[in-house]
Each structure stands twice: as structure tokens, then as C-alpha cells.
């Protein structure tokens, strides 16, 4: 997993050097909170919240240039809102799995600024 420089090089052109680093560390724990919401999810087995969660998390990772996890993202949401509970699931569980990786990811380029 890789972060997208250009998306990474634009956040901090638009919000300013000094307060990048408070935003990224916004960004790292909204990502953790919905990681949270998305086990709740899972385990209700709550395609609707999936769909809900899946879609948040899309953002939040194209915003920082989390592209794959935003790719995974998107199938969860498209598989939601197509009404597919296992591949909704299954893309869920795939997403999840990312997120921790995406945390730290996120962390260690942060302290490397």
C-alpha cells in the first residue's frame, strides 16, 4: 500500500503546512473510529451501515491519497447499495483489514515531514 504522492503533495498545498499535520492526524483517527464502526457493521452483518461506513472511508482515503483503500472502499459501497450481502461483506472484511496498515502508513510519513 502506497499513498498517492499528488493527492498527499495537494492536501498540503490547500490547507497550509502548518496545520497539515493536524489535519493527516484527524484524517488517521476518523479512519480508526469508522474501522470501529465497520467491525460493528460486520459483525450485525448491517449492509446498509457497511454501505454507510465503506463510503465515509472512501473519501477520507482519496483525500490523503489512500488509494487502495479507497478502491476497496467503493466495492463495498457499490456492493451495498446493489444489495449484495456477501460481496458486501466479503469487501467489508477487506477494507478492515486495510485500515490498520493505512493508520500507520499514514503515521509514518506524517513523522517523516
Known amino acids: 500500500m502506497n499513498i498517492n504522492?499528488?493527492?498527499w503533495e495537494q492536501l498540503k498545498k490547500d490547507v497550509g503546512d502548518e496545520i497539515f499535520p493536524t489535519i493527516?492526524?484527524?484524517?488517521v483517527k476518523e479512519i480508526m473510529d469508522r474501522k470501529?464502526?465497520?467491525s460493528?457493521?460486520?459483525a450485525a452483518q448491517d449492509v446498509a451501515q457497511i454501505g454507510h461506513e465503506a463510503h465515509s472511508l472512501k473519501s477520507t482515503a482519496r483525500t490523503i491519497g489512500l488509494d487502495t483503500v479507497a478502491d476497496s472502499a467503493q466495492s463495498a459501497e457499490s456492493a451495498a447499495r446493489e444489495g449484495s450481502s456477501e460481496?458486501?461483506?466479503s469487501n467489508a472484511k477487506e477494507l478492515h483489514d486495510y485500515l490498520d496498515t493505512a493508520?500507520?502508513?499514514l503515521q509514518?510519513?506524517?513523522d517523516m515531514q
Not at 493527516?24 to 484524517?27: H, I, K, P, T, Y
Open 108 to 110: 509514518q510519513r506524517l
Open 24 to 27: 493527516v492526524g484527524s484524517l
Open 5 to 7: 504522492e499528488a493527492s
Open 103 to 105: 493508520a500507520d502508513l
Open 87 to 89: 460481496a458486501a461483506m
Open 36 to 38: 470501529q464502526l465497520l
Open 40 to 42: 460493528a457493521a460486520i
